[in-house]
C-alpha cells in the first residue's frame, strides 16, 4: 500500500493549515470520504466477501492513515460498521472514532450521501477550517494527462478551503487556496531512499499501524466496546 492519498492537494492542504498553527490546539476533527452509489461496484472483489472486500478496507486505509499522518496511533478506537444497502453483502458504512489526549478524530465514509458536505472538518480553540475532497490527479491521469504537464493536480477555486480563525488578535473569514496535489512526491521519496539512503515516503510500520485501527474498529463494532491500542 503506497497511500497515495497523503499527496492529494485537499489533504495537503489540510495538513498545512494543521502545522501552522493557524486553529490552535486542536479539540474535534473529521475527515470523511463519501459517495452517493447504491448500487454494487462492477468491482467484484470489492462486493463478494472476502479478506480484503468491505468499505472498512476499501476505503478505510486512505481515511485512517491521512489520520495517524496527522496525529500518530490513537490511545484507543470505536467503530460503527454495519450494511446500509439492500443489495450488499459487505460492509459499506464506517464511522471510527480515534481518541487522543485532547483530541477526537471521527473517520466516516458511506454510500447515501447525495449532497456532499465538507470532507475535512477541523475545529481547534481559534478556529475552524473546512475543505472539500476535490483533488483532481485520478480523473486528469484517466483522461491520459501527465504529471508534468501544465494544470496538473491544480484544484478549481471553487473547491477552496474556508479559513475562520484568529490573526494577530482579529477573527478572519477568508478562502484558502489549495496546495497542488502531486502523487510523484511519492516515488521521488523512493528514488531518494533507495539512492540516498532518505527514509522511506511510506514505511511497513505505517501499514501495520493502519490495519491495527481497521481490526480494532471491527472488533468494537462487534463487541460494542471501546477497544485499547496497547503498545507493541
Known sequence: VFQNRRWDSDFSTVRHIIQEGLLGDLVE???????????????????????????VKD??????DQALVLFGLPQAVFG??????????????????????????????????????PSYIIHGRKGSFLKSRADV????????????????????????????????????????????????????????????????PVTADDGINIMRVMEAAIQSSREKKVI???PL
Open 29 to 55: 476533527v473529521t475527515i470523511s470520504y463519501d459517495r452517493y452509489n447504491p448500487g454494487l461496484s462492477p468491482k467484484h472483489h470489492k462486493e463478494t466477501p472476502g479478506p480484503g472486500a468491505g468499505i
Open 80 to 117: 460503527d460498521v454495519r450494511i446500509t444497502r439492500t443489495v450488499s453483502q459487505v460492509d459499506d458504512y464506517l464511522e471510527i472514532l480515534l481518541y487522543y489526549p485532547q483530541l477526537r478524530v471521527r473517520l466516516k465514509a458511506g454510500y447515501f450521501v447525495r449532497e456532499p458536505v
Open 137 to 200: 490527479q485520478e480523473a486528469q491521469l484517466l483522461a491520459g494527462k501527465k504529471p508534468d504537464e501544465p494544470g496538473y493536480g491544480v484544484e478549481s477555486e471553487a473547491e477552496q478551503g474556508l479559513l475562520h480563525t484568529e490573526k494577530e488578535g482579529k477573527v478572519v473569514k477568508e478562502k484558502i487556496k489549495s496546495l497542488q496535489g502531486n502523487y510523484m512526491n511519492y516515488y521521488e521519496g523512493v528514488y531518494k531512499a533507495i539512492a540516498e539512503n532518505k527514509p522511506m
Open 59 to 64: 476505503l478505510g486505509p486512505h481515511i485512517i
Open 228 to 230: 485499547e491500542l496497547l
